[in-house]
């Protein structure tokens, strides 16, 4: 006897919105439970702060000549935390099926795309709010230290660095939103994948041979069709905020690339789930 | 009173060599598909990326690099050769006449003064008068005058005192201090054979012997006279993100006076050379001396020193090492399977079966950790050597288009071994780190966040080189020197950057600081699983 003969799966839960809203708070209590996601979570803001920090300070400008994007600067943490940020959406899923868990999961929650849903809701949820808190941090540290390293008006850089100016806030917004469909993107590739470590380095594969490579190809009709299609090069156009007219995308062109990559990763990793046994 | 002797079984004992331990946990590994499947990838990954850098290459040479003089043709760029098939810059005003036999010149140096352009942003305003610290100006004895001969040579330089050069990567140096006219410089070379020795002196009375040099081959007739070079000045910034490389001519003119020879000088007269003249000259002066009551007045611009690779500099961009720039995609796919190959024990029980067949977990960790090391180092192997074949192949095929900057044997040698030993212990690495977290996801976490992102940071521009060097001393990720393409000469002015290929330490250094790393994760892995409950 199936359980949707039972009628557990609609019945029970009245509604269509219920039966989402109990999935949500399933999903909920398997994150909220496992210390590592507050762990990492933590450890990504960490991480993203510490290393921005460390770029701002890395820098100084002794004269009126040094070109430098100090929104940029402020925010390379961002390429770093984004490890930690792969590796929360890869455990939220490859944990399930390492521990056999994902068997009772669909046995309760029988619609599976209701499931990565609400896998994909709730991480996106957590990841941003880390992410703005980790973005907003790195930003607050550029503003205190750049200044002390000659990035100062005497030098034309307006004196702090503030998300009242219309190309910082987008800067700063696009990367918490970077994060959160790296996130999105991670957990698509998990879902299709299922194995904790093989999606681990795929996805770290595919975010960051695209930076290195691009780095040394000679021919640069090549090199800006590779920045422009890789997920982190374009999708980290979004943190520019001078020379715009030389990126190979425009920022929020860069990342609705990063975007699609998202949304392809969890399509395929929708239908995987869907009809592959689990 | 009796004694009880202790039962022992008759059953004979089973071999438990750490041979079988060995081939146990080699067995483990052959048989999971998927780390087979994993080591093969990484190979494919390595080798894909090198051959996709390969033929993406030098289609936009036109373009060059930047302003230097060396600005790379669709012809394809020569570069003169020196001795030991280094490629050097030759390239400076050469005041000479034929020495035959044996004998010696010495002059006297009263003055050194440059010429460099403006190199910041705006409007360009005239030159200034500053020299650049390796402007050079001295005497030279020079297996004839074509690029890239033999040769010695005693010079004053703009800030780095009195030095004695040879062969383009010779240095010594000698008196320190600025020259001027009120505390010269003497200098002195002598020919004795293939020996050529170096003195200096600041009076002119008091001498000190430089240094002495063997110069193989050196016919009995030789160039040898006074001369005049000062190099590009380079300058790298990391505009809004992406890095710009500016090179710009600079020049030097030098006062020499008391010029006195000894030997065989058949030609009477000096005749004035522009050796390997690039049409580099500042607007306001070019190449040339001008002789008067003893006294010379000599300019010339250029260099003589080896070329620099890299894209940031003004040899051949390409290396060996950006065809293997691929290795740190391949060395994801090795991480993953190095930390399953620990995690999966714990994940299926396997460990207790492990351990009840060899209680002793030290051997257990260290089978586990030769064979993974092994495996990954064969990986590394066939990977780097591979892609060193295949791409110096396509990039023969694509001759003409861009040169790949030439390695002696030894360092291929050692770039190829080296990149399967940073594997191979990089492997071992994370083996020790998965018995320490016990998850995949952690283990791999750590060795990314320690290998690859340093790497990952050092490889575009835009990111502060100071923060890039300091990750590549102190992480793991210290072990990509190994890779490094070619030397750093502290006495040629470049841009040598982390993201050419030029490390803040060392090769084998670098090395050392992943095998550091290891020991330590090695030895804490061997304590915890000894102590802690499988």
């Not at chain 1, 019945?11 to 919105?17: C, D, N, T, V």
């Not at chain 2, 000259?281 to 620099?308: E, H, N």
């Not at chain 2, 320690?450 to 521009?461: N, R, T």
């Not at chain 2, 590549?472 to 990720?477: D, E, G, I, N």
């Amino acid at each position: 006897m199936s359980l949707r003969a039972a009628g557990l799966s609609r019945s029970r839960y009245g509604s269509r919105a219920g039966y989402g809203l109990q999935t949500l708070h399933a999903e909920w209590t398997k994150l909220r439970t496992v210390a590592s996601t507050g762990w990492l979570l933590l450890g990504a803001a960490v991480l993203t702060v510490a290393v921005s920090m460390a770029a701002d300070a890395a820098v100084t400008c002794s004269s009126s000549g040094c070109q430098v994007d100090t929104a940029k600067l402020s925010l390379t943490g961002v390429q770093a935390g984004q490890a930690v940020v792969a590796i929360i959406a890869v455990l939220a899923v490859g944990n399930e099926y390492s521990t056999g868990m994902i068997r009772i999961t669909l046995t309760a929650m029988p619609r599976r795309l209701t499931v990565l849903a609400a896998k994909a809701a709730l991480i996106a949820g957590l990841v941003l709010a880390a992410a703005a808190v980790a973005v907003l941090a790195s930003v607050l540290a550029g503003r205190l230290i750049l200044p002390g390293h000659g990035f100062t008006t005497a030098h034309g850089y307006p004196a702090l660095l503030s998300l009242g100016n219309g190309p910082v806030l987008r800067a700063a917004c696009g990367s918490v939103l970077y994060l959160t469909l790296v996130a999105l993107l991670t957990l698509g590739v998990a879902t299709a994948v299922r194995e904790t470590a093989v999606a681990t380095g795929l996805v770290l594969g595919l975010l960051y041979v695209f930076p290195v490579v691009t780095s040394v190809i000679g021919n640069q009709h090549w090199q800006r069709h590779l920045q422009q299609i890789g997920p982190m090069t374009a999708g980290l156009d979004i943190q520019a905020t001078a020379g715009l007219k030389s990126l190979p995308l425009t920022p929020w062109q860069g990342l609705g690339v990063l975007a699609l990559w998202a949304a392809g990763a969890l399509i395929i990793g929708a239908l995987i789930l869907r009809f592959r046994d689990a | 009173m009796t004694t009880i002797t202790p039962y022992r079984s008759t059953a004979q004992e089973a071999r438990d060599g750490f041979g079988q331990l060995l081939h146990a946990e080699w067995t483990k590994f052959r048989t999971v598909r998927g780390w087979v499947i994993g080591m093969i990838i990484a190979i494919v990954v390595t080798a894909g990326l090198g051959v996709l850098i390969a033929t993406s290459t030098g289609a936009s040479c036109a373009v060059g690099n930047g302003h230097t003089q060396h600005a790379v043709a669709c012809g394809g760029p020569t570069y003169a050769v020196g001795p030991g098939g280094v490629l050097v810059q030759d390239q400076f005003y050469f005041v000479r006449q034929p020495l035959a036999g044996n004998g010696s010149i010495t002059v006297r140096v009263t003055s050194l003064t440059g010429l460099s352009p403006y190199t910041g942003p705006g409007p360009v305003p005239p030159p200034q008068h500053t020299s650049v610290p390796w402007s050079k100006a001295g005497i030279i004895v020079k297996n004839g005058t074509s690029q890239g001969s033999a040769y010695a040579a005693m010079m004053v330089t703009g800030g780095n005192g009195v030095r004695m050069q040879w062969n383009y990567t010779g240095d010594t140096p000698g008196l320190p201090g600025a020259v001027s006219a009120a505390s010269p410089r003497w200098l002195r070379l002598t020919r004795d054979g293939d020996t050529i020795t170096g003195y200096d002196s600041a009076d002119g009375t008091h001498w000190a012997q430089v240094g002495t040099v063997t110069l193989a081959g050196l016919p009995p007739t030789v160039q040898a006279g006074l001369f005049v070079t000062s190099p590009h000045q380079f300058t790298y910034s990391a505009v809004l993100g992406s890095g710009t490389m500016n090179s710009s001519p600079t020049q030097a003119t030098a006062v020499f006076d008391h010029v006195s020879r000894t030997g065989a000088w058949p030609a009477h007269e000096w005749t004035g050379d522009d050796v390997g003249a690039g049409g580099n000259q500042l607007s306001s002066g070019s190449p040339g001396y001008q002789q008067a009551a003893g006294r010379f007045s000599v300019t010339g611009s250029g260099d003589i020193a080896p070329l620099i690779a890299g894209a940031t500099n003004d040899g051949p961009n390409i290396t060996v090492r950006d065809f293997l720039l691929g290795t740190f995609a391949g060395l994801i796919a090795v991480i993953v399977v190095a930390a399953m190959f620990m995690t999966a024990e714990y994940r299926r029980g396997l460990i207790r079966t492990t351990l009840a067949a060899s209680p002793d977990r030290g051997r257990v960790l260290a089978a586990k950790a030769i064979v993974i090391g092994l495996a990954a180092f064969v990986a590394g192997l066939v990977a780097a050597a591979g892609t060193v074949l295949i791409t110096t192949h396509i990039a023969q095929r694509r001759g003409g288009i861009f040169s790949v900057f030439p390695e002696p044997w030894p360092t291929e040698l050692r770039i190829i071994a080296g990149t399967a030993a940073l594997i191979a212990v990089a492997a071992v690495f994370i083996l020790a780190i998965a018995a320490i977290v016990r998850r995949s996801a952690t283990a791999i976490l750590i060795a990314i966040v320690a290998l690859v992102i340093p790497f990952v940071l050092s490889a575009p521009p835009g990111i502060p080189s100071s923060l890039v060097d300091w990750l590549l001393r102190l992480t793991p990720a210290a072990a990509f020197a190994l890779q490094q393409p070619a030397p750093q000469y502290y006495q040629v002015q470049a841009n040598y950057l982390a993201s050419s290929g030029y490390f803040p330490l060392a090769p084998w250094t670098g090395f050392a600081v992943l095998c550091g790393w290891t020991a330590l994760a090695l030895v804490l892995a061997a304590c915890l699983l000894r102590r802690r409950d499988a």
